[in-house]
Nanobody
Framework: QVHVVESGGGLVQAGGSLRLSCAAS????????MAWYRQAPGKQREFVAR???????KYADSVKGRSTISRDNAKNTVNLQMNSLKPEDTAVYYC????????????WGQGTQVTVSS
């Protein structure tokens, strides 16, 4: 069974920084895409950033230039460093990984709350 668990959320003032982490555990053979999504109250879940196993990255326009996604393939982890945080970044952040166990499947973490105060 595969598990994906986030950590690192919290309360921060506008202009501050946070680093989110996510780790996959269990029995699997490979991880392709690692990504972060977020969902603010009353809004749909939206894409934040993703990194392929090649290291190629993509960011939502809303976080581009303020965030950096990175991964450690040896540890099966992905991190999201967020700087210059704004109140509109307040949301529950979810980790998503595309993992091969017996088949390729998407796995989601339980989410971690990020609150940015003005």
């Amino acid at each position: 069974q595969v598990h994906v668990v986030e950590s690192g959320g919290g309360l921060v003032q506008a202009g501050g920084s946070l680093r989110l982490s996510c780790a996959a555990s269990g029995r699997f053979d490979n991880i392709n895409t690692m990504a972060w999504y977020r969902q603010a109250p009353g809004k749909q879940r939206e894409f934040v950033a993703r990194i392929l196993n090649t290291g190629s990255t993509k960011y939502a326009d809303s976080v581009k230039g303020r965030s950096t996604i990175s991964r450690d393939n040896a540890k099966n982890t992905v991190n999201l460093q967020m700087n210059s945080l704004k109140p509109e970044d307040t949301a529950v952040y979810y980790c998503n990984m595309n993992i091969y166990s017996t088949v390729w499947s998407d796995y989601w973490g339980q989410g971690t709350q990020v609150t940015v105060s003005s």
